[in-house]
Nanobody, 119 residues
Framework: VQLVESGGGLVQAGGSLRLSCAAS????????MGWYRQAPGKQRELVAA????????NYADSVKGRFTISRDNAKNTMYLQMNSLKPEDTAVYYC?????????????WGQGTQVTVSS
């Protein structure tokens, strides 16, 4: 499974961005997916996650009400709509996919996309 993020960039506080994560390869094996972020000097943290069918989502408290995660399995793509962005949202955002292979579970990661929010 290969994951490629896009949609990052520089935006002013209060603005919006939409991140995309395109999956390729053995996409039929992908289960849950999620967005993580890592700011300089900080640990990588979960931003939002979504189940395989998209019926259930969860969010970090810091982004609830501002970010929306979704996925289009027909297009093998996951999205993160980010509204009301704050400078503290500045980070590299990574796409994650959980792949189930028999009894084993594997995590796949994209290369990351930079999001910078100016004050």
């Amino acid at each position: 499974v290969q994951l490629v993020e896009s949609g990052g960039g520089l935006v002013q506080a209060g603005g919006s961005l939409r991140l995309s994560c395109a999956a390729s390869g053995s996409t039929f094996s992908i289960n849950a997916m999620g967005w993580y972020r890592q700011a300089p000097g900080k640990q990588r943290e979960l931003v939002a996650a979504i189940t395989s069918g998209g019926g259930s989502t969860n969010y970090a408290d810091s982004v609830k009400g501002r970010f929306t995660i979704s996925r289009d399995n027909a297009k093998n793509t996951m999205y993160l709509q980010m509204n009301s962005l704050k400078p503290e949202d500045t980070a590299v955002y990574y796409c994650n996919a959980e792949v189930v292979a028999g009894r084993d579970v594997y995590d796949y990661w994209g290369q990351g996309t930079q999001v910078t929010v100016s004050s």
